[in-house]
Structures are given as structure tokens and as C-alpha cells.
């Protein structure tokens, strides 16, 4: 079986303090998720607590968003933040996400990493295509837009 892993890092001119809770809150994402413009039908919604462990989203959208679940798995305020997201459509996948918050001399190194398995259809469709090179854009896309909506914060 083959796995992939897509991760991309950016230091961000802000407090772990400030960043965290844009990725702990899945409603703070319409702020910053590069996937929140690809469909303006999105429909969405949420459940469980705001933030935390338990906090949940679900989206439903046009055939480039798809649809799907995420759920936070855990969170260690302000150093990480882990998240079941599950793919629904175009086709099932459960894809382990990770964000970690490292201070550093000029702010936050923030990571954000995202793992999976190629089996079934996904395993014909990784002979086409590379996850890196497909999603990690949108993962470059995303950060930059996480670290101005935390200035926008501080």
C-alpha cells in the first residue's frame, strides 16, 4: 500500500496565542481556508463544541469542493492541533491532519501536514497525479492567508 504526506511551513510574524485559535475554531476557517471560495454555494455545518477537542464541520459542495467531515482529535493550545478529516466525495479518504505552532525569533513556525493511503480508485489516481503537487498550493495558499488573518487579529 502507498501513503503520501503533504506538509508545508511558514513562519508567521504573530504569537502561537493568535494563530491557534483561527485553526481551533472550524468557524474562523471562512477566514483563511483556501477552499472556502472554490464553491460560494458551500453549504456547511458545524457540531460539537466551537473549539477543541470534539469540534466538528461538515461540508457539501460543488464537484471541485466535494464533501466531507473534519473533527478535531486533539488540541494542545498552542502547540498542536490534530484533525480526522474525511473525504466523502469524489471518492472516500480519511486523511490525518496536523498543525503545529513553534515560536521562533520572528513569530510562529506553523506546519501543516497532512497524511494518506492510496488504495482503491485513490491508488489508480495517484499514478496520475501527485497529492504534493496538487494540494500543497492550496496548503501555501492557506498559510499565508492564516498569517494575515492573525495579524488582522493582533
Request: proline share 6%.
Amino acid at each position: 500500500m502507498s501513503t503520501y504526506e503533504v506538509t508545508r511551513t511558514s513562519i508567521m510574524p504573530a504569537p502561537a496565542e493568535e494563530i491557534f485559535p483561527l485553526v481551533n475554531n472550524f468557524h474562523e476557517w471562512t477566514k483563511w481556508s483556501p477552499w472556502e471560495s472554490v464553491d460560494p454555494a458551500m453549504q456547511r455545518s458545524y457540531t460539537g463544541p466551537d473549539s477543541g477537542v470534539g469540534a466538528g464541520y461538515a461540508w457539501s459542495g460543488n464537484r471541485k469542493a466535494g464533501s466531507g467531515t473534519m473533527e478535531i482529535v486533539e488540541s494542545s493550545q498552542p502547540n498542536t492541533i490534530r484533525i480526522r478529516l474525511e473525504f466523502t466525495k469524489p471518492f472516500k479518504t480519511v486523511n490525518p491532519t496536523t498543525f503545529t505552532f513553534a515560536p521562533t525569533a520572528n513569530g510562529t513556525q506553523v506546519t501543516w501536514s497532512m497524511t494518506g493511503e492510496n488504495k482503491g480508485i485513490g491508488k489508480v489516481f495517484a499514478l496520475f497525479m501527485n497529492m504534493d503537487k496538487m494540494v500543497g498550493g492550496d496548503f501555501e495558499k492557506g498559510l499565508a492567508s492564516l498569517a494575515a488573518a492573525a495579524q488582522r487579529r493582533a
